[in-house]
Structure formats: structure tokens, C-alpha cells
């Protein structure tokens, strides 16, 4: 006889519940390292966060 696996029923149900997350939070992350790759050494120079941090 098989046993029963419980995963299976966890995962379809969780990710019932939790995909919008992982989605926006896919997202969001593709969006920050794509315009935190964006930046060059002269946006650097140019900002104020950089200025007041001094890195």
C-alpha cells in the first residue's frame, strides 16, 4: 500500500494562498536590480544619499 504524502496537498494549498506575494515580491526584486544595475559611477557622484554617506 502507498503511503500518503502530505506535500503535495501543503504546497497547492499554500500556493493557493501565498502567490501574490511571491509574485510581487518577484517583481519588485527584478525592478530594484534592474535600476540598482543602471546606475553608473557618475549617478553615485551626483547623489545625495551617496554625498551624505560618503560611499
Keep these: 500500500m502507498r503511503l500518503f504524502d502530505p506535500w503535495s496537498v501543503f504546497?497547492?494549498?499554500e500556493w493557493k494562498r501565498n502567490w501574490p506575494f511571491l509574485v510581487g515580491f518577484a517583481?519588485?526584486?527584478t525592478?530594484?536590480?534592474k535600476f540598482s544595475l543602471g546606475l553608473t559611477e557618475e549617478d553615485a557622484k551626483n547623489?545625495?544619499?551617496v554625498q551624505a554617506h560618503k560611499r
Design 11 to 13: 504546497f497547492k494549498r
Design 27 to 29: 517583481v519588485t526584486g
Design 31 to 33: 525592478v530594484i536590480t
Design 47 to 49: 547623489s545625495k544619499f
